[in-house]
C-alpha cells in the first residue's frame, strides 16, 4: 500500500549531508584521549552542537517518515521505536539508540547537567550509529515502494 503524502527526497538528503559531516567533526574532535579533548572548552562545546544538531537530524527524518504512516507519537523516544517496528531500522538497533532521544533533550533542555565525559562516552558510543541511521534512510530513499512510502 502506498501512503499518500510523497517524502520529501530534498530535505532527508540535505539532513543525511549535515548528519554525515556533523559525525566526520565530531570523529576529528573526539579523536584523542579525553583528558585532551575536555582541556579545551571550544571542543567541549562543538561537540555538543554536533551530536544536538545530527541526533535532531535522525529525528527530524523519522518525524518525516512517521508522518506517512497512520500513528501519532508523543516523544522523539517512540520516533526511534517507531523506525525499528516498521522495520527503517533493525529493532535491536532502534532499542540501542532510544537512549539518544533522551540525550538530544537534556541537551537542548538541561545543558547545564551534561558533564565532559558523559558527552564523550555518548559520542563514541554512538557516533558510528548516527552513521549507520544514515545508511538506512538512504536505502529508504532507493526503495521507497518496500515501505508503502513514494516520493516527490
Not at 555518548?122 to 544514515?134: P, R, V
Request: hydrophobic share 40%; aromatic share 12%.
Amino acid at each position: 500500500m502506498i501512503r499518500h503524502a510523497p517524502l520529501d527526497i530534498e530535505k532527508i538528503k540535505n539532513l543525511i549531508v549535515d548528519t554525515r559531516k556533523f559525525t566526520d567533526d565530531l570523529m576529528n574532535l573526539t579523536s584523542q584521549s579525553f583528558e585532551d579533548w575536555a582541556a579545551d572548552r571550544h571542543q567541549i562545546a562543538l561537540s555538543e552542537h554536533y551530536i544536538e544538531r545530527a541526533t535532531e537530524n535522525i529525528l527530524t527524518i523519522g518525524t518525516h517518515f512517521l508522518s506517512r504512516f497512520p500513528s501519532k507519537l508523543k516523544d522523539y523516544e517512540e520516533v526511534i521505536l517507531f523506525l525499528g517496528r516498521e522495520n527503517i531500522v533493525p529493532m535491536n538497533f532502534a532499542e540501542k539508540n532510544r537512549a539518544l532521544s533522551k540525550f538530544r533533550n537534556l541537551l537542548v533542555h538541561q545543558y547545564w547537567e551534561v558533564e565532559p565525559k558523559r558527552l564523550f562516552d555518548i559520542i563514541k558510543k554512538h557516533l558510528d550509529d548516527l552513521e549507520k541511521f544514515c545508511d538506512y534512510f538512504e536505502e529508504v530513499l532507493r526503495n521507497p515502494g518496500k515501505w508503502g512510502l513514494k516520493v516527490e
